[in-house]
């Protein structure tokens, strides 16, 4: 289901184009934007459960697809990021989901990064899954859980990720980031859950 109607800032579904409570009050808002250009809703989720959690890599191109035909996109960036997973998860699952994404919009950094000088994130250390995680929990669980390797001072920053919950994944991340000296931070992914409870 498309997500019209969104929180123009964090992307929450049914919120008429207006922002949303918590995107009312700006200094609660770390990312600059996020763009969902889809409700996670029972199909969302079927597509993302046998892409992640059945292995079936090719659907990062379905995935790619939908997000590139939808009436939204990224706004500019300087260089594009996907959101990391730790060494020992990524090796389990056989792949970042995210990484995948990326690769299958072939998305890439602005023409003045060399290829050889681009940034990238890092997950320093594990965190149990999300799924089913309180909001709080998740916040806690991904404290000091990523680091930025190079430079990415005065560059506007695009995350990819396959879904955004609550939020907090990406609070990690673009707290890093700001850390390193990111001028702006945007998410870029294929669904927002229609609530700040969590959903995958």
Not at 147 to 156: H, K, T, Y
Not at 162 to 190: Q, S
Request: glycine share 6%; hydrophobic share 40%.
């Amino acid at each position: 289901m498309p997500n019209t109607g969104a929180c123009p800032f964090c992307a929450l579904p049914d919120c008429r184009g207006a922002p949303c409570p918590t995107c009312q009050r700006p200094r609660s808002r770390l990312l600059d934007s996020i763009t969902a250009p889809y409700v996670y809703e029972p199909h969302i989720a079927w597509l993302i459960t046998r892409w992640k959690y059945e292995k079936q890599e090719h659907l990062a191109a379905t995935a790619a697809r939908l997000m590139r035909t939808a009436s939204v996109g990224p706004p500019p960036y300087d260089v594009v990021l996907a959101t990391p997973m730790h060494w020992w998860r990524e090796f389990r699952r056989g792949f970042n989901q995210a990484e995948a994404l990326r690769a299958a919009l072939g998305l890439a950094g602005a023409g003045a990064i060399a290829r050889a000088s681009q940034p990238r994130l890092v997950r320093t250390r594990a965190t149990r899954g999300q799924a089913g995680a309180t909001r709080n929990q998740r916040h806690t669980q991904l404290r000091h859980a990523f680091a930025v390797r190079g430079c990415v001072r005065d560059l506007s920053v695009l995350l990819i990720d396959d879904v955004c919950t609550t939020g907090a994944t990406a609070n990690a991340m673009v707290t890093v980031l700001r850390e390193a000296g990111a001028r702006e931070v945007h998410l870029w992914c294929l669904a927002r859950t229609p609530t700040r409870s969590p959903a995958s």
